[in-house]
């Protein structure tokens, strides 16, 4: 009933279907959002350098006396390569895991966490704060962290798979 085919009259009347489906298009957003970012980074080989123009390098070099938390971004510039790659991959996960809704949780999660370290470095700087668009984000995956994945996801129908009939 709640896996990949529950429609919108699985489980009762149009405002607890409603309630169900309301956070699809945000799972949907943020899984297309961050997979493109992940993969934008890994194909633009001037970002995944350590230093030169529109580098990873140039950019944490560039932040890192107005970012909130100096020494997180010290720690990515021991590796610059390094963090890009992390971000990237971790963009895709959580992307991949929001999208199909496969540990969507613990995805969400994830991408509240790379959200909160680009904000507290990257766009901590942004003024007013509201032009940064990682809180935005930031604020985005945390009622999927909360909620899961309830419709239209692999844990919705390993969940239906687990159930007793």
Known sequence: MG???AG?????????????LSLLPLRLFLGVTFIYAGIDK????QFMA???PGSIGELMSGVRDSSAIPALVDMALKNPEGFAYAIAIGE???GVGALIG???RLAAFGGALISLSLWLTVSWQSDPYYYGNDLAYLVAWLPLALAGAAVFSLDAALAARRRPR
């Open 3 to 5: 896996g990949l085919s």
């Open 8 to 20: 919108p009259r699985a489980r009762g009347g149009w405002k607890e279907s409603a309630s169900r």
């Open 42 to 45: 890994l194909t633009d080989s």
């Open 50 to 52: 350590a230093s030169g």
């Open 92 to 94: 895709i996960a959580v």
């Open 102 to 104: 496969l540990l969507a």
